[in-house]
């Protein structure tokens, strides 16, 4: 109840300030335009296609979810948050809320790709489906982790895609490989090891970021 309560805090500071909603939004509609301004009346070939929309569901990313926690440095909150709820609890009630979070901003993403790009047409909705919420999970749990590290770090924008290139990178290249198989069609039975790496990868994640958060929270 406590992760569910810190996760409408939340909510309800992003609807009055729509920081993070606005920096999406803005970075979606810029990377998307700038694309679609490039390639012209050319037809992009299906690698390229699955590449660049991971590319931007990365970069999108990196401008939004960083704040998980600067917001509670800033407003000075985060003393008031190790008084009150555990560090599991905190972790849980910002992780809720940054799932929401890009599960919305990926299907935005998603469907501005389906809508504007000829090459983004999945021959497998399914095994596209699996990657989507395996990859959206991990990108998740990634970012909050981060976000908590460089919390009370000087420099955070800098920081924050300097630590997340090296950590996210694993992700993404298997899931641009997955989508690219979506859009083949590819069987569920020939891409069960790519699924594997990234279901290994959530789980790894998850529960590193549980064992770890203690210690980055209280430090």
Not at 34 to 47: A, D, T
Not at 48 to 71: D, K, N
Not at 106 to 131: D, K, M, R
């Amino acid at each position: 109840m406590k992760a569910y309560a810190l996760f409408r805090k939340d909510l309800h500071s992003e609807l009055r300030t729509r920081y993070a909603v606005n920096s999406l939004a803005m970075f979606i509609i810029v990377a998307i335009s700038v694309i679609l301004f490039s390639i012209g009346q050319e037809r992009i070939n299906e690698n390229l296609t699955a590449g660049l929309y991971w590319v931007v569901i990365f970069f999108s990313a990196m401008s939004g979810l960083a704040r998980a926690f600067v917001s509670e440095e800033e407003r000075g909150t985060s003393l008031t948050l190790q008084l009150i709820a555990s560090p599991s609890t905190v972790f849980s009630g910002k992780l809720i809320f940054n799932l929401a979070l890009v599960f919305a901003m990926n299907t935005v993403i998603s469907l501005l790709y389906a809508a504007l790009f000829e090459g983004f047409v999945l021959q497998n909705f399914v095994l596209f489906l699996i990657t989507f919420v395996l990859g959206n999970i991990g990108l998740a749990v990634s970012s909050t982790i981060i976000a908590a590290i460089i919390a009370k770090a000087g420099s955070k924008g800098t920081l924050y895609p300097v630590l997340s290139f090296p950590i996210l990178l694993p992700l993404i290249l298997t899931s641009v490989s997955l989508t690219l198989n979506s859009i083949n069609g590819t069987s569920f039975e020939d891409s069960i090891f790519e699924i594997a790496i990234v279901a290994c990868y959530d789980i790894i994640m998850i529960s590193t970021s549980y064992m770890l958060f203690d210690f980055i929270w209280k430090d």
